[in-house]
């Protein structure tokens, strides 16, 4: 990562000259502002994506797993995950839309650059298959019910951008899976179109934790 910094450097140094040239350095056009918070953000970035990135992410990898594979099926996993997905939770999180008593205050302590740069991280990783489940009967139902899921997830629950950018389902904590699909159906967690608490009311006790053990082991 050390040798991005030069290039980093000499980029924006090339801009400014080229801005400076053109007589907009400092003047009030709109444009020009642009481009200078665009040179300060691009500084940004380039802190926080060096060592500090790492350091950052070690105080995530107690909950979430030094490779974002979760530490426990109570965790989410995020490793494989779109990071436009886990940058919307964090963003989320921060504003208090999405309620997490654990990750409300962590979130805030980031900048949306930190919390653009360590989701990319996170979501970097591949997503490890999940091997921490007690052998358990498969329920005849389970393939019937998640097939309805997958118009969104992904045919393999890998998480998609289309139709709607929606998370990995495949191989994540499988009491996290439940506890979310328990939040979605009660209101305690509302998705932003409303799609996943219509579908979480339809579901009985039973269901998901079908769906949870289902989607844990894929
Ligand atoms: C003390 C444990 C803990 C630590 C440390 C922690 N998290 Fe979390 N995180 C959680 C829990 C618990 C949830 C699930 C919250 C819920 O139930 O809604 C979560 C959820 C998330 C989610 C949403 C995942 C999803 O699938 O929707 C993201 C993204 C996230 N954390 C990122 C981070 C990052 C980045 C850090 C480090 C800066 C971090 N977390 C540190 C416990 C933790
Ligand atoms: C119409 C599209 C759609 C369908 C169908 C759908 N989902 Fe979702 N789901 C979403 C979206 C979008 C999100 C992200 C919500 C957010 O941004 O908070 C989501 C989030 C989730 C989450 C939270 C994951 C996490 O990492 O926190 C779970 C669990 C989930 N869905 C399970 C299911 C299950 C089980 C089914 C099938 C019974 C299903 N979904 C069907 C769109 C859908």
């Not at 053109?22 to 970035?45: D, N, S």
């Not at 990783?125 to 019910?145: I, M, V, W, Y």
Request: glycine content about 10%.
């Amino acid at each position: 990562m050390s040798e991005r910094t030069p290039n980093a450097s000499a980029g924006r140094a090339a801009i400014a000259i080229a801005l400076g040239a053109l007589g907009l350095v400092g003047c009030a056009l709109p444009g020009a502002l642009r481009f200078q918070r665009a040179i300060e953000r691009e500084g940004t970035i380039e802190r926080t994506l060096g060592e500090g990135l790492r350091d950052l992410a070690r105080s995530c990898d107690l909950c979430h797993g030094h490779d974002g594979n979760g530490a426990s099926q109570y965790y989410p996993r995020l490793a494989g995950q779109p990071a436009a997905y886990l940058e919307a939770q964090l963003d989320a999180f921060a504003a208090g839309t999405r309620g997490a008593p654990q990750m409300q205050p962590l979130a805030l302590s980031l900048t949306p650059d930190e919390r653009r740069a360590i989701s990319t991280y996170y979501a970097s990783f591949a997503a490890a298959p999940n091997t921490g489940l007690a052998p358990a009967p498969s329920d005849p139902r389970a393939a019937e019910l998640s097939r309805a899921c997958t118009a969104c997830h992904g045919s393999s629950f890998e998480g998609a951008e289309m139709p709607v950018r929606a998370p990995r389902l495949a191989g994540q904590g499988q009491e996290y899976l439940a506890r979310q699909l328990v939040a979605f159906r009660s209101g305690a967690r509302v998705d932003p179109a409303g799609t996943m608490s219509a579908i979480a009311r339809s579901l009985g006790d039973r269901e998901i934790e079908t769906l949870a053990d289902h989607l844990a082991r894929r």
